[in-house]
């Protein structure tokens, strides 16, 4: 199979992603990462959807992995941007006929472009971080960040994920754990600026879903990081054509079971991105 390793540019940083091309005339699917994590994510489940006959496109996020940007400081709206930006940088390759599947953060970026680019006619958006502010940040939590934030006018300083999603709540196999702890790339996003975890907070992807079709709304059984109400409010704020699914998987199904996940959206990308 066909792999190239590309880069692309989004609001003037260089953005690093991997193109798995089949054929311009098949469907093209963005695979968005989650949060502080990047493209490898999809190192197995990209193959397997290849295979199948789906152009894919893995890549980093601005500030993640091998993209620019500064390390931990970063908004929602321009990791959108990033996805509208990679969807640009396909069309002009000649790829079309897009879908998004995006997994925790990028599952919360994926409802929130497909509602800003009529070019995406379908998403799947699995464990999404629907609304932060319910299900990580407390009252308290809330107003440390505010005022951290006011002293990082005059202190620079970063806050590690950690505190809020430790690792053994993403991933519940101890070498992929020694894995991401060891991933340089990943230690260095994981540090986190306050005004990002306070733009965290006013996430709310039910807007968006409002005015998006075409929606498949999947959630981990054994997911120990998103409650299972995240999911059911992304999904009752969607439009219809939509559909709710329940894997027997963990917070990461596209590394924890990727053949199971591959037949999944093979079977909803099979039915709304039909081949040209």
């Not at 472009?113 to 464990?127: E, F, G, L, T, Y």
Request: glycine share 6%; hydrophobic share 40%.
């Amino acid at each position: 199979m066909k792999v190239e390793h590309v880069q692309f540019t989004s609001s003037g940083y260089t953005l690093s992603g991997t193109l798995y091309p089949v054929d311009k005339g098949a469907p093209t699917l963005l695979l968005l990462h989650g949060l502080s994590f990047y493209s490898f994510e999809y190192e197995r489940l990209a193959p397997l959807l290849q295979q199948e006959g789906y152009n894919c496109f893995a890549f980093d996020f601005r500030s993640h992995g091998r993209s620019e940007g500064p390390r931990g400081k970063w908004t929602l709206a321009e990791l959108v941007e990033d996805t509208l930006h990679a969807t640009d940088y396909l069309e002009k390759r000649g790829f079309s006929n897009f879908g998004l599947f995006g997994n925790s953060l990028g599952a919360t970026v994926a409802v929130y472009a497909a509602a800003q680019d009529p070019r995406i006619k379908s998403v799947v958006a699995s464990n999404c971080a629907t609304k932060p502010s319910v299900a990580l940040f407390s009252p308290f939590r809330r107003m440390l960040l505010e005022c951290i934030t006011a002293l990082t006018t005059y202190v620079p300083f970063r806050l590690n994920i950690s505190y809020f999603i430790p690792y053994k709540l993403v991933l519940s196999d101890s070498e992929d754990i020694r894995r991401v702890k060891s991933d340089k790339l990943i230690s260095s996003a994981r540090r986190i600026c306050p005004s990002t975890y306070l733009d965290m907070y006013h996430w709310d992807a039910t807007k968006p879903a409002s005015t998006v079709s075409s929606i498949l709304v999947l959630r981990g059984k054994h997911d120990r990081l998103q409650p299972p109400e995240q999911s059911q409010l992304l999904f009752e704020a969607s439009q219809d054509p939509k559909q709710l699914m329940i894997m027997d998987t963990g917070h990461i199904p596209q590394w924890q079971n990727p053949e199971l996940l591959a037949a999944a959206l093979h079977r909803w990308f099979g039915t709304t991105l039909p081949h040209n």
